[in-house]
Nanobody, 122 residues
Framework: QVQLAESGGGLVQAGGSLRLSCAVS????????MGWLRQAPGKEREFVAA????????YYADSVKGRFTISRDNAKNSVYLQMNSLKPEDTAVYYC???????????????WGQGTQVTVSA
């Protein structure tokens, strides 16, 4: 069983930065592909970024490419999302999730955190 807990969300002005963290329980953390996904009000959950087990490969949605950076520390069972140049359209609940394979599809992630709210004001 894998449990995830996000932190670091909040309110920020457009152009600002936030760093989200996700603490993962379980001794098999390094065997999972980790992802960040988000859901804005009235919209479907969407993929944001993913990182391979070793951290050597990352993938981003076009909407965040060049602004967001995903990273992981397998020794600390943690994954991070550095968000820079934030825009009002980035406002959403952000979820940390774990998958056994490489995927951008929310339905393919096996474990989810409870989410953390990110609000970007204009």
């Amino acid at each position: 069983q894998v449990q995830l807990a996000e932190s670091g969300g909040g309110l920020v002005q457009a152009g600002g930065s936030l760093r989200l963290s996700c603490a993962v329980s379980g001794r098999t953390f390094s065997s999972y592909v980790m992802g960040w996904l988000r859901q804005a009000p009235g919209k479907e959950r969407e993929f944001v970024a993913a990182i391979m087990r070793s951290g050597g490969w990352t993938y981003y949605a076009d909407s965040v490419k060049g602004r967001f950076t995903i990273s992981r520390d397998n020794a600390k069972n943690s994954v991070y999302l550095q968000m820079n140049s934030l825009k009002p359209e980035d406002t959403a609940v952000y979820y940390c999730a774990a998958s056994r394979g490489i995927t951008t599809a929310p339905s393919q992630y096996d474990y989810w955190g409870q989410g953390t709210q990110v609000t970007v004001s204009a």
